[in-house]
DNA sequence: TCTGGGGTCCTAGGACCC
DNA sequence: TCTGGGGTCCTAGGACCC
């Protein structure tokens, strides 16, 4: 058996724990740069506000209703989820973290200790809630896929006292015709129109669509899959997470900019800025990136810009996999210089972080000097290949202890910084909005709350 | 004026290998 | 007129997830 343990409203939760004053009023997060809403509370939704709207569409009806507006602060909820997450590991026997929000849980065998697995769920809810302050359902069913429908339904019913148990054959049968089909775990937009006109509505429906058609129209082997974990037979395993936190397949640092941008100088700062991020992630993972891709992208909402709205480059880094910032950035500077088209208005960078590994797996030396970067000496030559572990390492440590951005790279910082001036860094211009973010209550020493 | 970010998995086609 | 079979690797793109 599986249980999905899901947060409740996430983000709007985790600015409630440290705000109770916002409990019972309409509350919303918005993403990045201040952009769309991310996360709602439950008065916000009875508002018709929805998943996704852009801030500057809403703003007026969030104005009339009073609602309290959030930016989002990832400190904060980052390690609210790592609280969560940590609960869990010392409950259930395995846990996978799904996302911020989510874990599934290897219920088998538990029973035995806790009389039913509807009360083992009913506990580890109740521990979650005591000990982080937030709100979670949970559903428990023999496949994943069934787990997050039950979870659905235990959310959308406060009365089952956020938890739904599909222990049985009769149980699962009505459950199934509670859920339309677009709100089934794998089914998007796209496939819901597709099943739309061919006349399944609900999960119930798609339970029963021959295995044939599924393969044809919902993905291949992926729509085979879905259809029978929703019969009950598990096609999906849990991958437990170690130690709470996951490990990535890929690593990815994007940012729509501030303003727009048109200087290869202010996009490079930008791209340089994000691979330092991505990269400090894959060091904190443990591992090093062999493929490295940068794109650029257009703003997709402007009348007057035709597609393609993104461009993007891929390169296997001809010396093998690395984690050292400053190697990744001179193959990330080349990339952009094959994509840059000038007098172009950019509106968005990212970059990404393929093909992980633990290090010394595929180091790789080369044969021919690496084009580029072209080593400037034998030094450099030396280092091309091999990275600088211990430069890495102080950076990350600086960084971690002082905080971020402590210590970068020059290229990573915007022009009046230039050159390790000490002090204040200037805002850079790539750099969004972030006008309504609350403290890091649990994170940053200065910002911890004050009781009296 | 203002429209997010970070992931996963799968497929298809081309280049290349023996 | 006729032009193999079985692979791998890489890239791009689509669909989905939270």
Same mark, same amino acid.
């Given at each position: 058996m599986y249980g999905l343990l899901d947060?409740?409203?996430?983000?709007?939760?985790?600015?409630?724990?440290?705000?109770?004053?916002?409990?019972?009023?309409?509350?919303?997060?918005?993403?990045?740069?201040?952009?769309?809403?991310?996360?709602?509370?439950?008065?916000?939704?009875?508002?018709?506000?929805?998943?996704?709207?852009?801030?500057?569409?809403?703003?007026?009806?969030?104005?009339?209703?009073?609602?309290?507006?959030?930016?989002?602060?990832?400190?904060?909820?980052?390690?609210?989820?790592?609280?969560?997450m940590?609960?869990l590991?010392?409950?259930a026997p395995a846990v996978e973290v799904y996302s911020?929000d989510e874990a599934f849980l290897d219920l088998a065998g538990l029973e035995?200790?806790?009389?039913?697995l509807d +009360?083992f769920a009913?506990?580890?809810?109740?521990?979650?809630?005591?000990?982080?302050?937030?709100?979670?359902c949970v559903g428990v069913a023999p496949t994943k896929t069934l787990a997050k429908l039950a979870n659905r339904i235990a959310k959308?019913?406060?009365?089952?006292?956020?938890v739904l148990y599909l222990d049985n054959a009769e149980r699962r049968a009505w459950a199934l015709t509670q859920v339309e089909v677009g709100d089934v775990w794998g089914i998007g937009r796209q496939y819901a129109a597709k099943l739309a006109?061919a006349g399944v509505g609900t999960a119930a429906d798609l339970a029963r669509v021959p295995d044939a058609w599924a393969r044809k129209h919902l993905g291949g082997v992926v729509g085979a899959r879905l259809v029978q974990e929703l019969q009950g037979r598990p096609c999906a395993g849990l991958h437990p997470s170690e130690?709470?936190?996951l490990s990535r397949q890929s690593?990815?640092?994007?940012?729509?900019?501030?303003?727009?941008?048109?200087?290869?100088?202010?996009?490079?700062?930008?791209?340089?800025?994000?691979?330092?991020?991505?990269?400090?992630?894959?060091?904190?993972?443990?591992?090093?990136?062999?493929?490295?891709?940068?794109?650029?992208?257009?703003?997709?909402?402007? +009348?007057?810009?035709?597609?393609?709205?993104?461009?993007?480059? +891929?390169?296997?880094?001809?010396?093998?996999?690395?984690?050292?910032? +400053?190697?990744?950035?001179?193959?990330?500077?080349?990339?952009?210089?094959?994509?840059?088209?000038?007098?172009?208005?950019?509106?968005?960078?990212?970059?990404?972080?393929?093909?992980?590994?633990?290090?010394?797996?595929?180091?790789?030396?080369?044969?021919?000097?690496?084009?580029?970067?072209?080593?400037?000496?034998?030094?450099?030559?030396?280092?091309?290949?091999?990275?600088?572990?211990?430069?890495?390492?102080?950076?990350?440590?600086?960084?971690?202890?002082?905080?971020?951005?402590?210590?970068?790279?020059?290229?990573?910082?915007?022009?009046?910084?230039?050159?390790?001036?000490?002090?204040?860094?200037?805002?850079?211009?790539?750099?969004?909005?972030?006008?309504?973010?609350?403290?890091?209550?649990?994170?940053?020493?200065?910002?911890?709350?004050?009781?009296?």
């Amino acid at each position: 058996m599986y249980g999905l343990l899901d947060c409740n409203n996430f983000y709007v939760s985790c600015e409630r724990v440290f705000q109770p004053r916002y409990e019972g009023r309409p509350v919303v997060v918005l993403s990045n740069n201040d952009g769309n809403i991310i996360s709602r509370s439950a008065e916000a939704k009875a508002l018709g506000l929805r998943m996704g709207d852009p801030y500057f569409q809403v703003k007026e009806l969030l104005h009339q209703h009073d609602v309290a507006v959030f930016s989002s602060n990832y400190a904060l909820y980052g390690d609210m989820s790592r609280r969560v997450m940590w609960y869990l590991g010392q409950t259930a026997p395995a846990v996978e973290v799904y996302s911020i929000d989510e874990a599934f849980l290897d219920l088998a065998g538990l029973e035995k200790y806790h009389g039913s697995l509807d +009360t083992f769920a009913r506990k580890i809810r109740a521990g979650v809630k005591s000990r982080t302050g937030i709100p979670t359902c949970v559903g428990v069913a023999p496949t994943k896929t069934l787990a997050k429908l039950a979870n659905r339904i235990a959310k959308k019913n406060p009365d089952l006292g956020g938890v739904l148990y599909l222990d049985n054959a009769e149980r699962r049968a009505w459950a199934l015709t509670q859920v339309e089909v677009g709100d089934v775990w794998g089914i998007g937009r796209q496939y819901a129109a597709k099943l739309a006109a061919a006349g399944v509505g609900t999960a119930a429906d798609l339970a029963r669509v021959p295995d044939a058609w599924a393969r044809k129209h919902l993905g291949g082997v992926v729509g085979a899959r879905l259809v029978q974990e929703l019969q009950g037979r598990p096609c999906a395993g849990l991958h437990p997470s170690e130690d709470g936190t996951l490990s990535r397949q890929s690593l990815s640092c994007s940012r729509t900019f501030g303003r727009p941008l048109s200087a290869f100088s202010d996009v490079l700062g930008a791209v340089s800025a994000f691979l330092s991020r991505a990269a400090e992630k894959l060091r904190a993972q443990g591992d090093t990136a062999h493929v490295l891709t940068v794109y650029i992208s257009k703003n997709r909402f402007a +009348t007057n810009v035709q597609p393609p709205f993104s461009r993007s480059a +891929t390169l296997t880094l001809p010396i093998g996999p690395t984690a050292d910032t +400053t190697v990744l950035l001179s193959y990330a500077r080349a990339l952009l210089n094959r994509l840059w088209e000038p007098g172009t208005v950019y509106h968005k960078a990212g970059v990404v972080l393929d093909g992980l590994e633990p290090p010394g797996v595929g180091q790789q030396l080369t044969l021919f000097a690496p084009t580029p970067p072209e080593p400037e000496n034998k030094r450099e030559e030396k280092t091309a290949a091999t990275g600088r572990p211990a430069l890495m390492a102080s950076l990350d440590a600086l960084n971690s202890r002082f905080g971020k951005g402590t210590v970068r790279l020059a290229a990573a910082v915007p022009a009046p910084g230039r050159g390790g001036v000490v002090g204040k860094a200037h805002a850079a211009p790539w750099e969004g909005k972030a006008q309504w973010r609350s403290p890091a209550f649990t994170t940053r020493l200065e910002d911890l709350l004050i009781v009296q």
